[in-house]
T-cell receptor
Framework: GAVVSQHPSWVICKSGTSVKIECRSLDFQATTMFWYRQFPKQSLMLMATSNEGSKATYEQGVEKDKFLINHASLTLSTLTVTSAHPEDSSFYIC????????????FGPGTRLTVL | AQTVTQSQPEMSVQEAETVTLSCTYDTSENNYYLFWYKQPPSRQMILVIRQEAYKQQNATENRFSVNFQKAAKSFSLKISDSQLGDTAMYFCAFILSGTASKLTFGTGTRLQVTL
């Protein structure tokens, strides 16, 4: 149990286009999902927290108009990188917290984004 | 704000040996959780072990155990009988109790298990 999927696992796009990444909790409901960014050989950097049915909370320095987050259901959150540029190339990881559970998060396998 | 420090960027251990990864954290709160996550080359984050701060007993999961020293704010991970599959990045993480809490990660320790 407690599986989180991400789609796509990798994507290459042209500069200026938008890319959507999906994060799904497959066997549990998740009121809260998190989006992280990870640069090579570095730790995970929290970008935003999304709660089902409400606006995402972004960490300081993260452009909310660049990284659009939607958490429309208890099993799905999406991250859209708008007008992507090469500096947005990175590894994006989502995690999901089971509803009513404190201190537990399950991570998706990540999405590698390359912007040409 | 909470901080997590991992002072060992890289470590190496021979197969079947034991290795200990260090982690210290800083918080003024009393109720929290601590975790060790493993990130192998596949980059999938895998929960290794979890410790609730209110529990004095150190958590264990098969070959993995922790030494939780609450007063010293230390949370080290011991891997016994190291296996090649243990080669990975290991992240120590902290979260306060509470539904609005967020994980704070350390910078990670790259562990290489050698023959």
């Amino acid at each position: 149990g407690a599986v989180v999927s991400q789609h796509p696992s990798w994507v290459i796009c042209k500069s200026g286009t938008s890319v959507k990444i999906e994060c799904r909790s497959l066997d549990f409901q998740a009121t809260t999902m998190f989006w992280y960014r990870q640069f090579p050989k570095q730790s995970l950097m929290l970008m935003a927290t999304s709660n089902e049915g409400s606006k995402a909370t972004y960490e300081q320095g993260v452009e909310k108009d660049k990284f659009l987050i939607n958490h429309a259901s208890l099993t799905l959150s999406t991250l859209t990188v708008t007008s992507a540029h090469p500096e947005d190339s990175s590894f994006y990881i989502c995690s999901a917290r089971p509803s009513g559970r404190i201190g537990e998060q399950f991570f998706g396998p990540g999405t590698r984004l390359t912007v040409l | 704000a909470q901080t997590v420090t991992q002072s060992q960027p890289e470590m190496s251990v021979q197969e079947a040996e034991t290795v200990t990864l260090s982690c210290t954290y800083d918080t003024s709160e009393n109720n929290y959780y601590l975790f060790w996550y493993k990130q192998p080359p596949s980059r999938q984050m895998i929960l290794v072990i979890r410790q609730e701060a209110y529990k004095q007993q150190n958590a264990t999961e098969n070959r993995f155990s922790v030494n939780f020293q609450k007063a010293a704010k230390s949370f080290s991970l011991k891997i016994s009988d190291s296996q090649l599959g243990d080669t990975a990045m290991y992240f120590c993480a902290f979260i306060l109790s509470g539904t609005a809490s967020k994980l704070t990660f350390g910078t990670g320790t790259r562990l290489q298990v050698t023959l």
